[in-house]
Every structure is written in structure tokens, then in C-alpha cells.
């Protein structure tokens, strides 16, 4: 009985590397974010709360775009919620719910920079995930305007055109995770 148990596991592990490295043959590996994690010390842009960026959908409903920003450097992309769905979002936010999903999604975290009055973000995305720098212009200390994306790797890069402004909100989500270090 042991020895099938211990066949079992051994035939397990065998399936999860053959299939990452089938998948990785077939799509590629998954990109790194090429942002070095630096503490945010200024005072551009607010940090006790979100960003969030409403957006009118073909059927006519409203949906947010939501980041958090932290002042380790890091950025928490917390999907796109429609307003029917961002009490409960919120929510989440407050009791923990939410961390529990994010943890385990590498395409919800990403690091932050701002140079003056420039803010560009990387993040995650897709699968195999490759990793996109998200730029766009400071306003004031409560909004900001993203007018690109460019592949941190390649030479992919598509015009944004989103103004996001704050909310302040807490407690935010923990901002750690295991894929910024």
C-alpha cells in the first residue's frame, strides 16, 4: 500500500513537469517583470486608497478599473468589477476575501515608479504571462492618465487613454504576495 502511494506521487509530479514543459515548448516561458521593487517615498500620488478607472462597456454598463498602489513599490491590479459588483469588491477588499484569490494570481501583482510627474507600472498578464509596462502622465496628487502600453520585452505597444482617480479607502489588501520580492 505504501509503495502505491509513493508510485502515486511519484506519477504525479512526472505529470506536472511534462506538462509545464510542454507548455512552455509550445507557448514560451513566462516573462519577468524588469522593474527592480523600490520603496515609494514621494508625495505625487496618494497611497491610502485606490485608482480606479470607470469604464462604459457595449452594454452600456459601467466597469472599474482598479490598482492599488503601495508605498513598498507595489501595484495590486484588482480586476474590473461592474458597479453591481463593487460594494461587494469593496467588501472583499475589508475582510480579507480578497487576498485569499490574489495570492495565487501572479497577473494581479506588479511594481510601481513615478518620475516626476510620470507613472508607469509592470504587470503581468496573460499565460504564458508576459510582462507590460503601463505609462501615462500625473495630473494631481488624486489622478492619473495611462496613454500607453508597450511589451517590456518586445516591441508590442498599444495607446491607453484612461483617467483614474482616487478613492480613499482602508484597510487595503495586504500587499504581500510570493511574486514581488
Not at 521593487?37 to 486608497?49: H, I, K, P, Q
Not at 468589477?81 to 494570481?105: A, C, H, M, W
Amino acid at each position: 500500500m505504501k509503495s502505491a502511494h509513493v508510485l502515486f506521487v511519484i506519477m504525479i509530479c512526472i505529470l506536472f513537469y511534462s506538462c509545464e514543459s510542454l507548455i512552455e515548448t509550445l507557448f514560451g516561458k513566462n516573462e519577468e517583470l524588469t522593474f527592480i521593487r523600490a520603496d515609494y517615498v514621494g508625495t505625487e500620488l496618494r497611497t491610502d486608497g485606490y485608482y480606479y478607472f470607470k469604464n462604459k462597456g457595449s452594454d452600456s454598463t459601467y466597469k472599474y478599473n482598479i490598482y492599488f498602489l503601495y508605498k513598498n513599490g507595489v501595484v495590486l491590479y484588482c480586476g474590473n468589477p461592474s458597479e453591481d459588483e463593487l460594494i461587494t469588491r469593496e467588501e472583499e477588499f475589508k475582510n480579507g476575501q480578497f487576498n485569499k484569490y490574489v495570492r495565487k494570481s501572479a497577473s494581479s501583482w506588479g511594481l510601481f515608479k513615478i518620475d516626476s510627474t510620470i507613472i508607469q507600472f509592470e504587470t503581468l498578464q496573460g499565460g504564458p504571462f508576459r510582462a507590460y509596462i503601463d505609462s501615462g502622465r500625473i495630473i494631481n496628487d488624486t489622478t492619473f492618465v495611462l496613454i500607453k502600453r508597450k511589451s517590456s520585452y518586445g516591441s508590442y505597444e498599444i495607446k491607453l487613454q484612461g483617467t483614474y482617480n482616487f478613492k480613499k479607502f482602508s484597510p487595503k489588501p495586504d500587499s504581500t504576495n510570493i511574486y514581488i520580492k
